[in-house]
């Protein structure tokens, strides 16, 4: 690497570090309103979430630019051995960003999780409320029976 792209990557790598710190704490927020039914701010947060993820894999691709200059694999024992040797200092960076992606990781899928449950919960409530729905309009204000169109059969059919 040259001398004046050292500088470059310690920076990408804090860009990268401070990212995923508050990508993390997004996820958590959103895990919060996930698990205490506040499911109305969730839009606005996918919205910031989306975002911040497009952002973050614009700084994976700057820092990967910065190492594929003298590193032939990049894979993270490659990045951990190269900058233990070159860049000792952005070698502490380097595992807080394994371990920050790596729980960023985990509350993606746990908060996954959380919404499917939540979906299926509310598809439950939906069917529930739908057949309570069709069983009230089985007779009309006149007494008379009153089906929906398409509803199959009439009474008395067998």
């Known amino acids: 690497m040259k001398p004046s792209s050292g500088p470059q990557l310690l920076s990408a790598l804090a860009a990268e570090h401070a990212a995923l710190l508050n990508f993390v704490a997004l ?4 895990q919060g ?8 701010q969730l839009l ?3 919205e910031q979430k989306s975002a911040d993820a497009l952002s973050l894999n614009e700084l994976a691709e700057a820092r990967r630019s910065l190492l594929r200059k003298n590193l032939p ?12 040797t070159h860049r000792p200092q952005g070698l502490a960076v380097w595992q807080e960003i394994l371990a920050l992606a790596e729980r960023a990781q985990q509350l993606n899928q746990t908060n996954g999780e959380l919404i499917q449950m939540k979906l299926r ?23 008379q029976a009153s089906f929906s169109p398409g509803s199959g059969r009439s009474l008395g059919s067998g």
């Not at 996820?27 to 959103?30: P, Q, V």
């Not at 309103?33 to 109305?40: A, Y």
């Not at 939906?126 to 204000?141: D, E, H, Q, W």
């Open 44 to 46: 606005e947060l996918s």
């Open 121 to 143: 919960r509310n598809q439950q409530l939906l069917a529930v409320l739908s057949n309570a729905v069709n069983k009230a309009n089985l007779y009309g204000p006149d007494g």
């Open 33 to 40: 309103m996930l698990t205490g039914n506040l499911t109305d």
């Open 73 to 84: 694999q990049l894979g993270a024992e490659a990045i951990h051995t190269w900058l233990g």
């Open 27 to 30: 996820l958590e927020r959103e």
